[in-house]
């Protein structure tokens, strides 16, 4: 049942701000500002020397989200792989390591794989998953339920920001166990964590601005996403999202990797969306904006009222968005990010919910 919408996909996005409530829910205590250390079920984060993130397309970008927040937040190293890369390359895996896996369906074959390799290794391995009657969530020593409900749209939505708000909870208990942060610190965290959906359903408002972009972009050929920090993992799942639905080519990068080539793209027919939040590498991104701009690109930006004030390039498009932590962006930002892409596809009148050439889940490699 689609509800009110005409896709599954757009009804999915709009169920963002409940189903990221649960799972925040249900492994933060937002009352007692602290993290629920009973659904992370045993995991010993304070014996571990390295994680290893293994997953495919969109789960692989929530897991290089995560990357970022355990490395700053638990001083814990992070590999993070595509499982049809970890299966096959053979990499030594440390005795205190733990493997963590993140599907939606539980059934990618490659994802499912790389447990049984990491497994067949002698490491632990948990399972952030959507379907927990699914065979990797059966195979796992651990399973961390992503409360989205069914996800029935092949572009992967709720499911994508469910699993980030898994991932950030561990990655604070994961620092709060290894004594990186102190009680204040979880209670800050915790308390801008329980303010994402509030935030994303400001965000959602934005949707009528998002479709005017969107009729723009499904003219032309090509699109560039930039963003540093955890908005490159954004900027790179945006990308997939455009292709995916919209069959419109498009590329993420970090914003800081445009002068190593692709910045050889740029004209006026290629849009660039970049991803800038304000924040303290915020002035490098306005650097490779001006490099975009002093080239004849087209820019859309999404930021919030500071970074609109600290841009000054003209010729920008500007998505505002409220001012948060910096914590919680990726959660935040994903959802016009969405929309971008929804209402390309749209426009293009392609089969939103089941594109060409793409199945919900990928059982076979
Ligand atoms: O079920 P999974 O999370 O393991 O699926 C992984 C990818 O196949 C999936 O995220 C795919 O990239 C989506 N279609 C992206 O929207």
Redesign the pocket.
Known sequence: DKGNHRHFMAKEIYEQPEVVGHTLGHYLDFAGGRCAPDAIGGIDFASLDRLSIT??????YAGLVAKYWFERFARLPVDIDIASEFRYREQPLTPNGLSIV???????AD?LASLRYAKAEGQKVAAIV?VQESTIARESDFVLPTLAGPEIG????K??SCQLSVLASLAVAAGKARGHLTDVDEERLVRALSEIPRLMSQALRLETQMEALARDLAKVQHILYLGRGTSYPLALEGA??LK?ISYIHAEGYAAGELKHGPIALIDENMPVVVIAPYDRIFDKTVSNMQEVAARGGRIILLTDPKGRDAAAIDAVETVILPEMPSTITPLVYTIPIQLLAYHTAVFMGTDVDQPRN?A???TVE
């Open positions: 997953a495919c397309g969109t789960a692989y993140v599907s939606q369906s539980g059934e990618t994802t959507n092949v572009a992967s939505t499911a994508f997939l999202k995916e793409l919900k889940s990928v």
